[in-house]
């Protein structure tokens, strides 16, 4: 990449530590056997000097008692109420990937006086659930981050500025699957389709319709055919899904996953696989989720390309230092996070979306949707 590029990139990017004089107090909710502590949502604070953790929770007493001996710090509990109530830190992390814990962990967090809250992805099972927790939020002043570590890549907003700059020419639509493993369909649309859908908000604003279908065994969901998800999703079905967004920038997304969908030997950052893929008339930017590198870009001029290519931001991205000084620099600045609860909903809403236009026999439908909880259950 050339240098004007790498310096964007960079100015874009919250490198630099906060005030050496500030500690941020940093309280960690994990649940072992139900989520645990996610992917590092416990670690990422040691490689924040201006963080220093205080108090970890864990309901699991073997679990609780490894986490303290992992960390080496702070005062542990088995009632993440009990250690916010006593503790009151200035940030909160909750770890767990189960998800039907994340409302009552996020409101007590908000209740107790957190300044901010690092929170594992999907952020929540429904959108009547975001509305509450976000008016709560929204009352005390507290910033919510999400664990959707691509949000914060610095090779994002150079993506955005090479569309914008017309280096692909028109852009014509948007592609995007899941990692189609044996997750794949619904269950992959929510744990990782979400990455996919955080990265298309950010390039082309939020949806405003979508055109969806929802299959089982290759036959479109009923009610029969849904039950209880894995990693506390809720009412779930479908192993294949299929949908179409419409845009705030007028750019068609297409989203899809389809179980066992990749070739058994595939690589795991193969093209095919989970990511996003952003088609113009005279090239092509790919995004590989959770890869390094991150964005690709290809051209009638130039062959495939790395859009930033740099191990040491890699690091940063993967281990969330990146993401954990943003949500640090969002209090300083009373500003929103990169990833905010608010991002967190318009994903929530894709996802639900999808299952509301299946229930509708393919339906357009548009958002924000008029019904707040899980479409699954009024099949």
């Not at 500690?23 to 040691?46: F, N």
């Not at 007590?108 to 594992?120: V, W």
């Not at 389709?193 to 990265?199: I, K, L, R, Y």
């Not at 082309?204 to 979508?210: L, N, V």
Request: aromatic letters at 6%; hydrophobic letters at 40%; proline letters at 5%.
């Amino acid at each position: 990449m050339n240098r004007r590029h790498l310096l964007a990139a960079l100015a874009a990017a919250p490198f630099a530590s906060p005030a050496a004089e500030k500690k941020w107090s940093v309280a960690i909710i994990g649940h072992t056997g139900r989520g645990g502590y996610g992917h590092g949502l416990d670690t990422m604070w040691r490689a924040i000097p201006a963080t220093e953790i205080v108090a970890i929770a864990d309901a699991d007493e073997k679990g609780l008692a490894a986490e303290l001996k992992k960390i080496g710090t702070g005062k542990g509990f088995a009632d993440y109420k009990a250690m916010l109530a006593e503790v009151r830190p200035d940030i909160v992390a909750i770890g767990p990937r189960e998800i039907d814990q994340h409302r009552d962990m996020l409101l007590a967090a908000i209740q107790n006086g957190a300044k901010g809250i690092y929170i594992e992805k999907p952020f929540l099972r429904s959108l009547a659930e975001c509305d509450e927790v976000i008016a709560a939020a929204e009352k005390s002043g507290t910033k919510i981050a999400i664990a959707h570590r691509n949000r914060y890549h610095p090779a994002l907003p150079i993506v955005g500025k090479l569309i914008a700059d017309g280096v692909i020419g028109r852009v014509l639509e948007m592609r995007g699957r899941g990692k189609e493993d044996p997750r794949g369909g619904s269950l992959d649309m929510w744990v990782l389709g979400s990455h996919v859908m955080g990265c298309a908000l950010s390039l082309a604003g939020s949806a405003k319709a979508c055109t969806a279908g929802v299959y089982q065994n290759s036959k479109p969901v009923t009610k029969a055919d849904v039950k209880e998800g894995a990693e506390g999703i809720g009412p779930l079905a479908g192993d294949e899904v299929h949908a179409r967004f419409e845009m705030e920038n007028g750019v068609p997304f297409f989203f899809d996953s389809i179980k066992d969908g990749r070739l058994k030997k595939a690589a795991y950052d193969d093209p095919a696989s989970f990511g996003l893929q952003i088609f113009g008339n005279s090239g092509v930017i790919d995004l590989r989720m959770d890869q390094e590198p991150f964005a690709w870009i290809q051209t009638a001029k130039e062959p495939r390309r790395p859009v930033l290519e740099d191990k040491d931001i890699a690091k940063k991205v993967s281990s969330h230092e990146i993401s954990g000084l943003d949500l640090i620099a969002a209090i300083q600045e009373n500003r929103a996070p990169l990833c905010d609860a608010v991002q967190g909903r318009q994903i929530t809403e894709m996802i639900s979306a999808v299952f509301e236009s299946h229930r509708l026999n393919g339906q357009r439908v548009l958002l924000p949707l008029q019904t707040r909880v899980n479409p699954l259950t009024l099949l």
